[in-house]
């Protein structure tokens, strides 16, 4: 059963426009959030995170928004560049033990920014 | 970039053949992780550590093996490779656990 979902493979957003990209997770001790950036045949990059004490956090065009009651989060791009064409993964962490406190991801979202 | 380095970046091995990827690190941090990415899983933690010679399963951890001897180096080994285990494998490193974790470039390891 996955703990963090991703429900949309792939988005496609003209240049210039907004990217929303979701995450849903199920875990209720998930207290820190992620996003990551991948373009192929690299690792995963850090984005942007947000502990589950704020709703909100901004770095340049990237912010990430936390709905806490309803287990969502967010990551928007504005204004989208052809350059943020990659897979986006969505990662948590929690206040369990052991694997639990580790990085949880989900199955990644492919944004084609279009020019 | 963080200074992380796995090796070997690509790896063709035959079932049932033992296989070890490495993941070299120059930042002495202390978490270190081994990751598989397959299509519509994302990444799946396999074995993380915490010090040397401090180890731990993660969630796909059958058939993984993993050692620490030395704070820079993790050691990933597949005691008997299966064509499951055909993934692309990424090591990760990270000051506290649960944080954020800088990856390597990877390995792409296919069993024929």
């Known amino acids: 059963d996955q703990q963090v979902k991703q429900n949309s493979p792939s988005l496609s957003v003209q240049e210039g426009r907004i990217s929303i990209l979701n995450c849903d997770y199920t875990?209720?001790?998930?207290?820190?959030f992620l996003w990551y950036k991948k373009y192929p045949a690299e690792g995963p990059t850090f984005l942007i995170s947000?502990?589950?004490?704020?709703d909100k956090n901004e770095d340049g065009r990237f912010t990430v928004f936390l709905n806490k009651s309803a287990k969502h989060l967010s990551l928007h791009i504005v204004p989208s560049q052809p350059g943020d064409s990659a897979v986006y993964f969505c990662a948590a962490s929690g206040t369990g033990t052991g694997s639990a406190r580790q990085l949880t991801f989900g199955s990644g979202t492919q944004l084609t920014v279009l020019p | 970039d963080a200074g992380i380095t796995q090796s070997p970046r690509h790896k063709v091995t035959e079932t049932g053949t033992p296989v070890t990827l490495r993941c070299h690190q120059t930042?002495?941090?202390?978490?270190m992780y081994w990751y598989r990415q397959d299509p519509g899983h994302g990444l799946r933690l396999i074995h993380y550590?915490?010090?040397?010679?401090?180890?731990d399963k993660g969630e796909v951890s059958d058939g993984y093996s993993v050692s620490r001897s030395k704070t820079e180096d993790f050691l990933l080994t597949l005691e008997s490779a299966t064509s499951s285990q055909t993934s692309v494998y990424f090591c990760a490193i990270s000051l506290k656990g649960g944080t954020e974790a800088f990856f390597g470039q990877g390995t792409r390891l296919t069993v024929v």
């Open positions: 875990n209720s001790m998930f207290d820190y």
């Open positions: 550590s915490y010090g040397v010679k401090d180890t």
């Open positions: 947000i502990s589950s004490i704020k």
């Open positions: 930042e002495n941090h202390r978490y």
